[in-house]
């Protein structure tokens, strides 16, 4: 049916970089924005990125702003996320989601669709 899927993930020292993957499957990505979540145990799912339908607008959360990119590629139907300068504290199950605009991009409750999300650990 209509499935994200995120790859990309991985374990990776203090400082070091990963690039993580949204892919679509059953849909066209630039009908949405798009936006990455992440959970820690313990943790409430946290909003941490997210760009428009175009791809001209982007959104960090503080904790993130400076060191991760979001983009797109609408010819590829993908969205990526560079993330550099990476801290044990980014330790987390990646998500993507999509819903219609960036707005609230922090509250998960109307992202429509989900991916099964990809693990990063940091960790020396």
């Known amino acids: 049916q209509l499935q994200l899927v995120e790859s990309g993930g991985g374990l990776v020292q203090p400082g070091g970089s990963l690039r993580l993957s949204c892919a679509a499957s059953?849909?066209?990505?630039?009908?949405?924005?798009i936006g990455w979540f992440r959970q820690a145990p313990g943790k409430e799912r946290e909003g941490v990125s997210c760009?428009?339908?175009?791809?001209?607008?982007?959104n960090y959360a503080d904790s993130v702003k400076g060191r991760f990119t979001i983009s797109r590629d609408n010819a590829k139907n993908t969205v990526d996320l560079q993330m550099n300068s990476l801290k044990p504290e980014d330790t987390a199950v990646y998500y993507c989601?999509?819903?219609?605009?960036?707005?609230?991009?922090?509250?998960?409750?109307?992202?429509?669709?989900w991916g099964q999300g990809t693990q990063v650990t940091v960790s020396s």
């Open positions: 059953g849909f066209t990505l630039d009908d949405y924005a």
């Open positions: 989601a999509a819903k219609a605009y960036c707005s609230g991009y922090k509250f998960p409750n109307f992202y429509k669709y």
């Open positions: 760009i428009s339908r175009s791809g001209g607008s982007t």
